[in-house]
T-cell receptor, first 114, second 115 residues
Framework: GENVEQHPSTLSVQEGDSAVIKCTYSDSASNYFPWYKQELGKGPQLIIDIRSNVGEKKDQRIAVTLNKTAKHFSLHITETQPEDSAVYFCAASRGSSNTGKLIFGQGTTLQVKP | DSGVTQTPKHLITATGQRVTLRCSPRSGDLSVYWYQQSLDQGLQFLIQYYNGEERAKGNILERFSAQQFPDLHSELNLSSLELGDSALYFC??????????????FGQGTRLTVV
């Protein structure tokens, strides 16, 4: 079935260090991979996404890489800041099935220590 | 602000009761998705509507139902509530249904507590 595994479940880094979160998906037909940031008491907020025809995408301090052969994708945050502290979710979607439903990973709680 | 509005923000109700959660999608978005977030299950897809029609179903219980109205707002109905139904319920909206995927934006959620 459809499944997304996310690691690690918690991550603690010093301010200024880099953080990496990894996800593996099971459905080889998945072709859209968004990342969401969820702060306490708020809904998930889209921070970056990548489609299957692209291997890497960057947006300032955030980058995402995709390896379709291995069915895994990763989120990289450089020069972390305390405001990056939140729960991060990866997700996968199979657009060709005519639905945009997202299958989420279990989430990673990122703590950035000042 | 994502542009997706969910009401109410908090709901406390007793076991066996029925509640209705409401979602107004972003202007122009045709797809509405409902997700359940609990501590041990993460974000689980429940159901999707596209332009008034059901498009996809996930692990939605038979006690739960949803609909999307002509003005595109959606309601999620939860009946015969059990303690285990306590969770955050999120609505998300996107412009397309999936063949040409566009970003999904989430509301702030409704926190349901069943006592």
């Amino acid at each position: 079935g459809e499944n997304v595994e996310q690691h690690p479940s918690t991550l603690s880094v010093q301010e200024g260090d880099s953080a990496v979160i990894k996800c593996t998906y099971s459905d080889s037909a998945s072709n859209y991979f968004p990342w969401y940031k969820q702060e306490l008491g708020k809904g998930p907020q889209l921070i970056i996404d990548i489609r299957s025809n692209v291997g890497e995408k960057k947006d300032q301090r955030i980058a995402v890489t995709l390896n379709k052969t291995a069915k895994h994708f990763s989120l990289h945050i450089t020069e972390t800041q305390p405001e990056d502290s939140a729960v991060y979710f990866c997700a996968a979607s199979r657009g060709s099935s005519n639905t945009g439903k997202l299958i989420f990973g279990q989430g990673t709680t990122l703590q950035v220590k000042p | 602000d994502s542009g997706v509005t969910q009401t109410p923000k908090h709901l406390i109700t007793a076991t066996g009761q029925r509640v209705t959660l409401r979602c107004s999608p972003r202007s122009g978005d045709l797809s509405v998705y409902w997700y359940q977030q609990s501590l041990d299950q993460g974000l689980q897809f429940l159901i999707q509507y596209y332009n008034g029609e059901e498009r996809a179903k996930g692990n939605i219980l038979e006690r739960f139902s949803a609909q999307q109205f002509p003005d595109l707002h959606s309601e999620l109905n939860l009946s015969s509530l059990e303690l285990g139904d306590s969770a955050l319920y999120f609505c998300a909206s996107s412009f397309t249904t999936g063949v040409d995927i566009t970003e999904a934006f989430f509301g702030q959620g409704t926190r349901l507590t069943v006592v």
